[in-house]
């Protein structure tokens, strides 16, 4: 077989410098962290094998805004209740902290069972380790709390309806949970590099809105000296300012937040973040459940890591946001989902009983066919020939 030489490695390559390659100049340009170091060179992530350096002007290296000689005669976001000062605070500041969010009780019942898996984990020796400290991944497994939290259900949460009007305006209905896990702080880690996290999206900046939302759950006080996280309040803002591919001047000083056990922030996928430094000796934690639009990738990969037993017994809105309802351009499988809104419990979107199926060993794939396959072949009980049938019967009881 001779294969034209336009299409051989060799000649592909000689003909790809990289003054030709398509886009390479704006996908390629490295901003807006190039700029961002080189301006700003306090913001660059330590060297995680030496001591960390105090002194010298880090951006761990700071303290909470009341306390800070630059953000403290600034009008910084403080816990509200009011949806109308936290509609501002979120375009003026990039978030916003939503006072008693969590009742006592419920920042008890969350706080206790985060202890209580990251002592098991430990013991298990299936603790997940960052420089930052301890992290405790797919909370969706590990407590009703957790997966209330997800449904923003006010028993878990007393301000699930306003945190729902909130992403509802932020990233538009049918948005779904990118991830839910528990960031630890602990006793001599890192502090994490800052970051925005709808980062994978740069050198595109969404100038107009965000494309990702978080809510991080703090069931804990947090200050400078526990770790609070670490925040350069208005940073969207310079972003937007600077819009796609643009660069960064001199950006202002870091601030560690400040909030009660019960708080939650509310944050714009674009504010430049990290986790802070705990210089307690106690472990410090938080949960930041991050939230995109409905076609978008999740970070965690729901779809393989519920448990059989959670997956059984979720609601509508619990599949809804761990990514199983299928829509025309998100999570479609063999083409079933497509045509469909992703809305709740729509039949020709549910996509639970492939992974049942699959769980039961059952999932029968379409695979090669031809009119040479045996009666056998075309005579097989395919899964996705079923499922809208299967939903359809369970959905209406
Ligand atoms: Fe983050």
Known sequence: MVIPIEFTKEYIEENSPKENQLFSGFLKSGEPYKSIFKNNPWLIPPDTSKPLEWGKGMYWDTTVARKHDYWKDFDLPQPTKDINVMRQNILEWGYCLVEDAMSEEQCERFISRIHQQARGEKLAGVNAKSSTGQYLHSLINKGQVFREC???????????????????????????????????????????????????????????????????????????????????????????????GGEIGKLPPTINLEAKAGTIMLFDGRVFHGTG?????????????????????????????????????????????????????????????????????????????????????????????????????????????????????????
């Open 150 to 244: 997800i449904e923003q259900n006010p028993n878990s949460v007393q301000a699930g309806p306003l945190i729902e009007q909130i992403l509802n305006e932020t990233l538009g209905y049918g948005w779904i949970c990118h991830s839910f896990l528990s960031n630890g702080a602990d006793p001599g880690g890192y502090p994490q590099g800052m970051h925005m996290d709808q980062g994978p999206l740069l050198p595109w900046v969404t100038e107009e809105a965000p494309a990702l939302f978080n809510t991080m759950y703090i069931p804990q006080d947090v200050n400078e000296e526990n770790g609070g996280t670490l925040l350069i309040p208005g940073s969207h803002k310079i972003f937007m300012e600077a819009g796609s």
């Open 277 to 397: 430094v705990n210089r307690t000796d106690k472990q410090r934690f938080v949960a930041t459940m991050s939230n995109v639009k409905s076609w978008m990738r999740q970070q965690e990969n729901w779809v393989l890591t519920v448990s059989p037993e959670v997956l059984k017994n979720a609601s509508p809105k619990l599949l809804h946001r761990m990514g199983m309802q299928a829509l025309t351009y998100g999570s479609t499988i063999e083409g079933f989902g497509m045509g469909s809104a992703g809305k709740y419990n729509e039949a020709s979107g549910l996509i639970k009983n492939f992974r049942i199926a699959l769980e039961e060993g059952k999932y029968i794939r379409v695979g090669q066919l031809s009119e040479d396959s045996s009666e056998e072949e075309l005579n097989q009980e395919f899964t996705v020939s079923k499922i809208y049938k299967l939903n359809k019967e369970e959905l209406e009881g």
